[in-house]
């Protein structure tokens, strides 16, 4: 073991210090994997990410939702840290080019089972994460998902603040919003995910082994949870699981959302699901539009609004 600073951070959580670890890139973190742990280490750009998701896998005990078990986390001199336990298999990213069509549909029966038990945890109606909670507030967005329904129309007014804003599209826009924030209303918040793709499911001999990285957990209508789903079907490559690689080909998803709904229906049962779906969607474009520090980003969400204004996105091309 020659890196010091996961030297450091076994130090500090009281493991040892010998054993074989494999050194793996991410988003925002650095990763090693062990044969029993598996360690975390980030920057602190997400404000008490580690301990938001400590508490929330510690409302995951005893349940029957699949996951690492965390053994620990803290500050140190190299960022925040976070240790979990090694579970057996991949990542469903790494699964999945080479999995025959059985074992493709046999991995997401066993996610949609899993995403039932997750909804089923009980949880905190103000469950947020608390650099959400601060990006809501007015600073810094360091991730643009997952959906906060009630903070839909503060982003229309951040995008109003926007230089050379197009006035007329974000009134479109407001009234837009007005008009489908009733589909809300009398919604039952429960444990979602928040960022549900390839990279964070863990599979093994084609069941789920773990649903992991929780530091976008929220409280939310559960169908929030299939708006990632879906724009990961149908946006695929834009889910590498580091910047550097590429994501799946779309191509190979189109079954997806079929074997989801056939084990766990009750996700695409909403009344005016559609609707629900657009606005979620809404929200994404609006946060990447209001908030990315690239201009040509800004710009290719004020693209995709507007499209979905005319009652088109993401969603036209799936079948689910």
Known sequence: MTDPALRRTL???????TGHFLPKAGWVSRVWVGDEYVVRLTNGQFRDAYRHEAAVVDLLAGSEVPHAQHVAHGNGPDGPWYV???LPGQTLYD???TADPHTRRAMIESLGTALSALHR???????????????LAGKPWPAYHPPVVSATLHLVEAAQRLPGHDSRLLADVTDWIQE???LFATDHPVLVHGDLHG??????QGRVTGIIDFAEALAQPADAELDTILRWCARSREYPPTPDEQGL???????LPGWLRGVYPELFEREQLRERLNFYDMYSELALHAHHPQPEVREAAQGRIARLLSGHNHLDGLVW
């Open 11 to 17: 130090n500090a959580a009281g493991l040892p210090t």
């Open 84 to 86: 979990s336990e090694r």
């Open 95 to 97: 699964a999945w080019p």
């Open 121 to 135: 945890i009980p949880v905190p109606p103000d469950l947020l994460p608390p650099w959400l909670t601060d990006a």
């Open 180 to 182: 489908r924030l009733a």
């Open 199 to 204: 990279s964070n499911v863990i599979v093994d």
């Open 249 to 255: 080909d779309e191509t190979t998803l189109t079954e």
